[in-house]
């Protein structure tokens, strides 16, 4: 099977539970989510649960000669408009604070990478029920 | 249905969940570790072959290519796509489930 098989076209909801220094489940997705693009697909969202909310924040810091997950999915967000949504329980438990629960604890930088925003996981089910698939991507 | 699995037959137990609800006329995508599954004369292989005969195996290109596994090595009967070969086998199966 190749690439030139034309489906019809549909909205893709994508969960990922892990990190991009854990497992591949952060670029499989990411690549995933390009090449439905490329396919006149729409990424509905994308879910960031456990330690998938470590592709989230803004001051992961890799070697300049190195890929940057966080900025991939922010220049895609900014690309395709696409809703990245992280859990806001794993996020918390993680230190991983948007600007506004930052300063609610007393603590001053947001954290959270552009064009990602915190929310509750009814965000995963609204995704699942208005979505025609949804992918899990896990370590 | 489409079952996606990352793992390798060597992580025992997300395989072993795998190939006991498997049904005919499903189909497997094999990315990540999980296309070690798919190389020729590996135990892995074999064992794949015996469980299931009656299921269309897939496995991602680039993933092959990243563990060296040329498509010489791939066993028989297992189809090899890319992303855009994945895309098309997520549309194409109204349920999909992946195995972690």
């Known amino acids: 099977m190749d690439s030139t098989h034309t489906p019809p076209t549909m909205k893709f909801a994508i969960q990922i539970n892990s990190g991009p220094y854990q497992s591949e489940s952060s670029e499989s997705a990411y690549q995933f989510v390009r090449a439905a693009l490329r396919k006149g697909h729409e990424v509905y969202r994308v879910f960031f649960y456990y330690d998938g909310i470590d592709n989230a924040f803004r001051y992961a810091s890799p070697p300049d000669d190195e890929k940057s997950m966080v900025q991939r999915w922010s220049q895609l967000a900014r690309r395709h408009d696409i809703d990245l949504v992280v859990c806001i329980s794993a996020a918390q438990r993680r230190g991983l604070l948007c600007i506004e629960e930052a300063r609610r604890v007393g603590k001053v930088d947001p954290d959270l990478a552009d064009g990602f925003r915190i929310s509750g996981l009814g965000q995963l089910v609204e995704a699942a029920i208005e979505a025609d698939r949804l992918l899990v991507f896990s370590a | ?100």
């Open chain 2, 1 to 100: 249905m489409l079952h996606i699995m990352n793992h390798a037959a060597f992580d025992s137990a997300p395989v072993d969940r795998l190939l006991s609800r498997i049904g005919e006329g499903h189909t497997l995508m094999l990315i990540e570790n999980g296309v070690y599954m798919v190389k020729r004369g590996s135990v892995a292989a074999e064992r794949l072959e015996r469980s299931l005969s009656d299921l269309t195996v897939c496995v991602l290109a680039p993933d092959l290519a990243a563990r060296g596994i040329t498509a010489a090595e791939v066993m028989a009967r297992v189809t090899v796509v890319d992303f855009g070969g994945f895309v098309d086998l997520a549309v194409d199966n109204a349920v999909i489930h992946s195995w972690i």
